[in-house]
């Protein structure tokens, strides 16, 4: 049996560089040598980048909507719109939505969910603000002690 197709919904992925692209880029290759259909739905990034709107790289498809930019914080905010279009429009093609870093475009995630009924997972792609406490492992056991 085939597993069911995942879209992967980050703000930016690479050839632009970071945590949050690195961790969606390693979740794609991970569930696409698991056999799943992998589809990255991105931001377009600045013209210097040069990276198609559409193509297919190590077994994933990734496609790039919404407005072309430099990465940017308001690049997230900037772009839901156009996520939120394209999860409607490609209900079809997955069955999930795991959205990286997921605050504005978690919320398109979100609003498609209402209309698709296509589970979302939302993994944060950073520890949050600065000046928090990091959890480590240690606090971890000792909580489910």
């Not at 961790?23 to 992998?38: E, I």
């Not at 308001?74 to 156009?82: F, I, Q």
């Not at 603000?129 to 959890?135: P, V, Y």
Request: aromatic residues 4%; charged residues 25%; positive net charge.
């Amino acid at each position: 049996m085939t597993p069911p197709p995942v879209l992967i919904l980050t703000t930016y992925y690479p050839p632009v560089l970071g945590g949050a692209e690195t961790a969606a880029a390693q979740l794609a290759a991970h569930l696409a040598a698991q056999g799943r259909r992998v589809t990255v739905l991105t931001k377009r990034v600045a013209p210097s980048t040069e990276a198609p709107d559409d193509e297919t790289r190590e077994g994933v498809r990734i496609l790039r909507v919404g407005p072309r930019g430099p990465r940017t914080a308001s690049g997230k905010w900037l772009a839901a719109p156009a996520f939120l279009g394209e999860l409607l429009r490609r209900r079809h093609e997955y069955a999930a939505v795991v959205c990286i870093d997921y605050r504005a475009i978690g919320l398109a995630a979100l609003l498609a969910r209402g209309r698709t009924d296509h589970p979302v997972i939302l993994q944060a792609a950073t520890d949050g603000d600065r000046k928090s406490t990091r959890l480590n492992s240690s606090h971890v056991s000792e909580s489910r002690m």
